[in-house]
T-cell receptor
């Protein structure tokens, strides 16, 4: 497809389980971003990749959160030992080049619910 | 740190009314500014952007001017339509060393247009 694709769209997990969320960016986009959006709030930055290099992971809330982009294309956000406060929509975005004035293109997100 | 403040919603207007959604920002560097829109059931989409002072971004009848002296980027539209009902997010990006950076978002303003 032409846009950013995220899967699954919805994920329900029990507290303590590990989850993996996938992002397929627009083909050829160098930069990839992950955000967390709580209900009724704006998205909050988690981490940023330029190609396969993770250049900024300052927004990851704890060491239970881990992201990778091994071949510079598809990315996976992994959350270990999930907790209820991890319930949110996780958004992935990509941009063509690594520049702050470039717009980011967002996927539809994965809605994660931790029971 | 960087932050974005936008007016709280919901904002309810009648069709053909004039719209202003206020947005002010605090940034450690020289930011690029964006408005994103989220229509019901859809993902975030870029509405418009401005990358330097006094630039005006425009799209679909919406406009916003980058005001460095007042650190503002207010969104305006002369005559709103029912189809403009959505959640609007103001955001900024300050690239370190000219590179990409995660977006800092406001909390969003829910706009409701009544026929």
């Amino acid at each position: 497809g032409a846009g950013v694709s995220q899967s699954p769209r919805y994920k329900v997990a029990k507290r303590g389980q590990d989850v993996a969320l996938r992002c397929d960016p627009i083909s050829g986009h160098v930069s990839l971003f992950w955000y967390q959006q709580a209900l009724g709030q704006g998205p909050e930055f988690l981490t940023y990749f330029q190609n396969e290099a993770q250049l900024d992971k300052s927004g990851l809330p704890s060491d239970r959160f881990f992201a990778e982009r091994p071949e510079g294309s598809v990315s996976t956000l992994k959350i270990q030992r999930t907790q209820q406060e991890d319930s949110a929509v996780y958004l992935c975005a990509s941009s063509l080049v690594g520049s702050s004035n470039q717009p980011q293109h967002f996927g539809d997100g994965t809605r994660l619910s931790i029971l | 740190g960087d932050s974005v403040t936008q007016m709280e919603g919901p904002v309810t207007l009648s069709e053909e009314a004039f719209l202003t959604i206020n947005c002010t920002y605090t940034a450690t560097g020289y930011p690029s500014l964006f408005w994103y829109v989220q229509y019901p059931g859809e993902g975030l989409q870029l509405l418009l952007k401005a990358t330097k002072a006094d630039d005006k971004g425009s799209n679909k009848g919406f406009e916003a001017t980058y005001r460095k002296e007042t650190t503002s980027f207010h969104l305006e539209k002369g005559s709103v339509q029912v189809s403009d009902s959505a959640v609007y997010f103001c955001a900024l990006s300050v690239g370190s060393g000219g590179g990409a950076d995660g977006l800092t978002f406001g909390k969003g303003t829910h706009l409701i247009i009544q026929p």
